[in-house]
């Protein structure tokens, strides 16, 4: 199984598990989400990006271009509150391709049926078929959640349920989800330490999930429908087959030499379902030592486990079925755990009348593991001897042809072990001059043979007020001129350092590797600097953000072909400088006119 890093979330201060399966591309049928896609959104008290060399300094290379801060509610000091929220979104096919309704079925220079480019269609021959109205439908999300709310001075406690239950806009396509969130807030010690803890519970099950490949998409079938045949034949799409005994798809139009079938079909007998159980568990504790010193721990849980059912049923196209005439069968389990921690050392303390320093210092755990178990093949339909005949449509391993299914199991795990620290000192409340740093320990460097076990980034911060140092305008309320210089590294794909065996699903044999082993091997880093002007004017109203930026790229990774004398078929490059500059210009507003505040 493929997985990708996405954007770098983080839920109260902690780093989210963000890898996920990379989808499905032109032949395969799973879709898939992020994890923060699971988190329900009244849970959310706020959100925000953060940029920069703080981010990486924080949250590691993953946030080498930003994060995005959530923030989730906790229990109100003072007062009991329940929310109860409800909404309905319906959705319809928004773009559509332009389809032509001049020639009907057929082509003169193709013989196959399953082309519009036959005979002019008049009135007699042409039965207005439009996918837009006769198979798109229109979809319904609904969403309700209650949330209870309650707290004193010294605890506060939150909790909440929720579900969304979705229709697609194709047919027999689900999506259900429910969350089952509470978090309690604890202040003890005179108040100088304070217990956060929270656990969250999803269930979600989805069925027929779109993908954007050929194969297993009705909108192929649907899009490609000859525009001269009548499309009410084919929503019947199956037919009792008096010899099988069984119901077959029916779909005269053919494969199209790209395994078109009956939309129908492939929405009602090509099933591919997900069920997923994910729990987090979160604790922190926060210790006030000096009104200038504090400390604090964080840990926190998230595991999940998925289902992932493919049943396909006998008719369906045999290039989708592996040859048998009696369906297909596969069943995906996999367990994705993520455990983190920190620790972290704030200070923030003033000097006299004109110095104030801000800074951390801070170590941070994390150990993500991956594993799944495919068992996937054709129901045995005789066609090999020896094999024992399976049940048609039975969707069950022991019926799967023991020649052809695919049985693995595979599993990664990555752990990164880190120290970093940031300061900013000020000066008068105008001059600022900003240092982080972070070194990371990941386990993708450490292999027996790896002459690199870490790797260092730091930056450097310049900024200045200059609605503190100069007159300007009374139109501007605030200036702000900042520039900075940033080294962000980030390791590379596992296993490069110490590959391993390789396993053949189709001969059921393991190989050498296939890739010359490298020991010598450094992380990617992106070296970057940037200047940029902060504006605020007409009383605050609109706000102003203009960056010039300029990045470098280095020891970016390949893989290249060797000769095979070498025993190997590839082997591993680092080289490359890739060079991104420009200008990010943002322009903000925000006002309140009588308890209606509009910000955008």
């Not at 207005?128 to 506060?156: C, L, M, R």
């Not at 139109?475 to 210089?485: L, P, T």
Request: charged share 20%; aromatic share 12%; proline share 4%.
């Amino acid at each position: 199984r493929q997985m990708c890093i996405r954007d770098r979330y983080v839920i109260d201060g902690v780093p989210m598990f963000a890898a996920t399966s990379e989808g499905s591309m032109e032949f395969g049928s799973q879709g898939t989400s992020e994890p923060i896609a699971d988190i329900n959104p009244e849970d959310i008290e706020s959100m925000s990006v953060l940029t920069g060399a703080a981010a990486a300094a924080l949250y590691g290379s993953d946030a080498a271009n930003g994060a995005i801060v959530i923030t989730t509610k906790k229990g109100k000091e003072g007062k009991l509150s329940i929310t109860v929220n409800s909404n309905t979104e319906i959705t319809n096919a928004f773009v559509l391709p332009r389809f032509q309704t001049r020639y009907g079925t057929g082509s003169q220079l193709y013989s196959g049926e399953d082309r519009s480019w036959g005979k002019h269609l008049t009135e007699k021959n042409y039965y207005g078929y439009d996918p837009g109205s006769d198979y798109f439908q229109t979809g319904i999300i609904g969403t309700e959640s209650v949330s209870f709310s309650a707290g004193t001075e010294k605890n506060q406690t939150y909790a909440s349920a929720a579900a969304v239950n979705a229709k697609g806009i194709v047919p027999n396509n689900k999506y259900d989800r429910y969350n089952f969130t509470f978090r309690n807030t604890t202040k003890f010690l005179n108040d100088k330490m304070t217990l956060d803890v929270g656990a969250s519970y999803i269930k979600q099950k989805d069925r027929n999930m779109v993908n954007q490949g050929t194969y297993n998409n009705p909108l192929v079938g649907a899009y490609l429908y000859p525009r001269g045949n009548d499309w009410g034949e084919v929503k019947l799409y199956e037919r009792y087959d008096p010899a099988r005994k069984i119901y077959t798809q029916y779909w005269p139009v053919g494969a199209a030499g790209m395994t078109m079938q009956n939309p129908y079909w492939v929405n009602y007998r090509n099933l591919r379902t997900n069920n997923k159980d994910r729990y987090m568990m979160n604790a922190s504790l926060n210790y006030q030592i000096l009104d200038w010193l504090s400390i604090s721990g964080r840990v926190r849980m998230d595991n999940s486990n998925n289902d992932y059912e493919e049943k396909f049923y006998a008719s369906t196209n045999t290039q989708l079925t592996e040859s048998s005439e009696r369906g297909l069968y596969g069943i995906t389990r996999t367990h994705d755990k993520q455990l983190y921690a920190d620790f972290l050392i704030n200070v923030n303390k003033t000097f006299g009348e004109d110095w104030n320093l801000q800074a951390n210092l801070g170590g941070s755990f994390s150990d993500i593991r991956s594993n799944s178990i495919k068992v996937r093949g054709p129901i045995a339909d005789g066609s090999i001897p020896g094999e024992q005949v399976g049940l048609t449509n039975f969707f069950a391993i022991q019926h799967l042809s023991p020649s052809k299914t695919e049985r693995t199991q595979a599993g990664w795990r990555e752990q990164t072990q880190s120290l970093f620290a940031s300061a900013e000192l000020g000066y008068r409340s105008t001059y600022f001059l900003t240092l982080t740093g972070r070194n990371d320990w990941p386990s993708q460097l450490a292999g027996p043979n790896s002459k690199n076990s870490s790797f260092f980034y730091p930056s450097v911060g310049l900024s200045a007020l200059l609605s503190e140092m100069v007159k300007l305008p009374e139109v501007i309320s605030y200036a702000k001129i900042r520039g900075s210089y940033t080294v962000v590294a980030s390791s590379f794909d596992r296993f490069l350092t110490n590959p391993g065996y390789e396993y053949n699903s189709q001969t059921h044999n393991w190989a050498n590797p296939t890739v010359y082993p490298m020991d010598n091997m450094k992380p990617e880093k992106t070296k970057s600097w940037e200047i940029g002007l902060n504006l605020k004017f007409w009383g605050n109203r609109f706000n102003l953000d203009a960056t010039y930026y300029r990045s470098n790229t280095l020891n970016q990774t390949f893989k290249v072909d060797i000769p095979s004398s070498s025993g190997y078929k590839q082997a591993i490059v680092q080289a490359g400088n890739v060079q991104n500059q420009g200008i990010e210009l943002a322009l903000g507003f925000s006002d309140k006119w009588a308890g209606f505040g509009w910000s955008s």
